[in-house]
């Protein structure tokens, strides 16, 4: 059976991201794809809070074309910073209609770089809004968010897809506040143990599937461990969950989980 990784949020850790694949021997020493036939999925995130957005978005969009040219796959989430930037590059100083600030600044107080922005070209904008923001795998339900907002969008992983890229082709500013206020929503699945259970489990009926794989949220908030000693996945609600955001711009080494 096709091996399946999954490596949670980037955030510009670019050096980061490549020694773990690497030590995954999905990179070889040259950085080009060595994973034959496997399948390497990333959880979204890919900017702001690190150095080097536009070098993590490089190197993925590179790996997909190499992974499919081999036999694998490389799939890429939506994360919640991907419209930030792209709304940052859209409105810049526009007001903000529901919070103070605007566009740009609301963009920069979640970690925005400059360099990301001044690198962004056509061709990324246009892979970044073509970008899923579910996935299902293995009966494995991949999401950005340990949220609940995905199935307000809709009722099967391809119209909630489409309505994302729809909200992504938009010239109104209030979808995209809309769209940032649901992705901000966290937690869902394990503030309340019970609660949480319960909605992990409609949601996985939902899309009939077994588990939520999932990023957004660090590890370190949910395990109180330092981030330096976070090294794999977070399993919760018994079982029911996976969290792979190793926290890695908070000075997490990072990982990449290998589906068991």
């Not at 694998?72 to 600030?101: C, K, T, W």
Request: overall charge negative; hydrophobic content about 45%.
């Amino acid at each position: 059976m096709t091996r399946v990784f999954i490596m949670g949020d980037l955030h510009g850790q670019l050096d980061k991201v490549i020694a773990n694949l690497r030590h995954a021997e999905l990179l070889d020493p040259s950085l080009a794809w060595s994973g034959h036939d496997a399948t390497l999925c990333f959880m979204g995130d890919y900017f702001d809070r690190g150095p080097d957005g536009i070098g993590c978005v490089n190197l993925v969009m590179r790996l997909q074309r190499e992974a499919a040219a081999a036999g694998g796959q490389v799939i890429a989430l939506m994360g919640n910073h991907e419209p930030l930037l792209l709304a940052a590059r859209l409105f810049g100083d526009e007001p903000l209609s529901a919070s103070v600030g605007t566009f740009r600044r609301n963009w920069e107080r979640n970690g925005g770089r400059e360099s990301d922005l001044v690198g962004l070209t056509s061709a990324h904008v246009a892979w970044i809004s073509a970008l899923p923001a579910v996935a299902t795998l293995r009966r494995r339900l991949l999401i950005h968010a340990d949220a609940l907002f995905y199935s307000e969008l809709g009722d099967s992983v391809q119209t909630i897809n489409q309505t994302m890229a729809s909200m992504l082709t938009s010239d109104e500013p209030w979808v995209w506040e809309e769209l940032f206020y649901v992705f901000s929503d966290r937690l869902a699945f394990f503030s309340d143990p019970q609660i949480g259970r319960a909605f992990a489990l409609e949601l996985l009926a939902r899309f009939d599937c077994d588990q939520i794989i999932h990023g957004h949220t660090p590890i370190p908030y949910m395990s109180g461990r330092a981030p330096t000693e976070v090294t794999g996945a977070f399993v919760y609600a018994g079982g029911l969950c996976v969290n792979v955001d190793g926290g890695m711009y908070m000075g997490g080494p990072g990982f990449v989980y290998e589906l068991p």
